[in-house]
């Protein structure tokens, strides 16, 4: 997974910069098809201090682009919660690709059962003369 980083009136320091790559690094566990991470952070002193940082974090996908933003008092508050909303944005998605598994493997063997009905092994299928 890529990881680009845009960073407005903020400086990181590499103690900081490690943090946050390891928590996005962590959403590989929920899935595998990430191709690329985006995190824009941005500092905005005119906001009150328990909103001064704002994250947002992008994730794209094979199908899909998860996207979470937060405004935070500092930068570890701020990515401690973008993970988590993305994090549930990973678990949702785990769980539509699996209904979608489960439902096409029913619909597989429901035709199987349904073939073996009508058909015998062995036997061709062509009228015979």
Do not use: C
């Not at 400086?11 to 943090?19: C, F, M």
């Not at 985006?38 to 005119?46: E, G, P, T």
């Not at 996908?61 to 500092?74: G, T, W, Y």
């Amino acid at each position: 997974m890529e990881i680009k980083y845009f960073f407005q009136n903020v400086t990181l320091s590499g103690e900081l910069k490690d943090y946050l790559e390891e928590k996005i690094k962590k959403l590989n566990r929920f899935s595998d098809k990430i191709w690329e991470a985006k995190v824009d952070l941005n500092h905005n002193a005119s906001y009150a201090k328990s909103e001064a940082f704002t994250l947002e974090l992008v994730l794209k996908m094979p199908d899909r682009l998860l996207e979470a933003s937060v405004r935070a008092a500092n930068i570890q508050e701020a990515v401690d919660k973008v993970e988590e909303k993305i994090r549930k944005q990973l678990e949702h998605y785990r769980g539509i690709r699996e209904s979608k598994k489960r439902l096409i493997n029913k619909f597989v063997r429901g035709t199987k059962a349904i073939s073996s009905l009508f058909f015998k092994k062995g036997e061709d299928n062509e009228d015979e003369e």
